[in-house]
């Protein structure tokens, strides 16, 4: 099995900023594409950044220059860097990553527990 475990959530003002980490652990024979989602009170989850093994990155258009997706390989570790955070950032911000636990097994999707962040007006 593989396990998230996400980490730095937090309340802040808004325009303060947060840093989430996500690591990725278990029966890893590759880790593909990592992202983060997130889910507001009344709300669907949605996409807020993923990226590739190599490194490719998108974002959805309402954090794009405010937030920073990255990884590290040799961590199997995603992180979130938010900037310039409003009132609307806030919801559970939750791991996303692609798993392929064996060779020439198949791919699956794993997910984190969820981290909270609040941003006060």
């Known amino acids: 099995q593989v396990q998230l475990v996400e980490s730095g959530g937090d309340l802040v003002q808004a325009g303060g900023s947060l840093r989430l980490s996500c690591a990725a652990s278990g029966s890893i024979f590759r880790l593909n594409a990592m992202a983060w989602y997130r889910q507001a009170p009344g709300k669907m989850r949605e996409l807020v950044a993923a990226i590739t093994s190599g490194g490719p990155t998108n974002y959805a258009d309402s954090v794009k220059g405010r937030f920073t997706i990255s990884r590290d390989n040799a961590k199997n570790t995603v992180y979130l860097q938010m900037n310039s955070l409003k009132p609307e950032d806030t919801a559970v911000y939750y791991c996303?990553?692609?798993?392929?636990?064996?060779?020439?097994?198949?791919?699956?999707?794993?997910w984190g527990q969820g981290t909270q962040v609040t941003v006060s007006s």
């Open positions: 996303n990553a692609n798993v392929q636990t064996g060779w020439g097994r198949i791919p699956s999707d794993y």
